[in-house]
């Protein structure tokens, strides 16, 4: 069960999450296709990289930010940039573009100080966007809670959309992480980022969310009237055989 689309528009073009985005894709295959062994693509992510035990020895302090842009796999990207597809139009609607860029930025950070503090003297590379996408998530939930998420479930031949609160889907998802951070799985994901990144995300919007009485105006819901798909749920009641 993965989300597809939110139903909350954004008022503005948002051309930083739109940057990014394009940024994150173009790293990603430059360095996929252009580097053509396994030793080299090894030396890049090492390169560019957070490796907690060389930051802890005072190196590598720009690879705080630079490991934001790197993935290792299609799948890692594609994951990571639908999130960011979804959910970053509307914060940098309620930020502003300059903010939000600062902001997605902060989070990253905070997620990497997190990743690094739980285990300092790992010495692999730490890649990804998930960390900083994951305080988009954070929010994104303190300020639409209520926004609908299109979320695709797939079970065995089973598919379906179905539209839930994104407190619903944010909630989820951050208790996996937690969970998974808490347990320490060995499975190669960074889940103290997402959890850093997360946390930093809510803390971060909540003076927009003060100031400007976001959530009192809109009681949690998107400002502006929700979208709607062609291909949506259908809202035509089931008739059950007698």
Known sequence: MFPIRDHNPSGRVPYVTYALLAVNIAVFVVSWFGLRSEYALAEFYYTWGLVPAWLMQGEGYSTLISHMFLHGGWMHLAGNMLFLWIFGDNLEDVLGHLRYFLFYLACGLAAAALQVAGDPGFDGPLIGASGAIAGVLGGYLVLFPRARVDVLLIFIIFFRVFSIPAWV??????????????????DGVAYLAHVGGFIAGAVLVLPVLLRRGFWVQNKGKPPHPAAEYLFSPSRIPRVPKR
């Not at 889907?169 to 060995?186: D, R």
């Open 169 to 186: 889907v944010l909630g989820i998802w951050f208790a996996v992480q937690s969970f998974n951070g808490y347990s320490a799985t060995a």
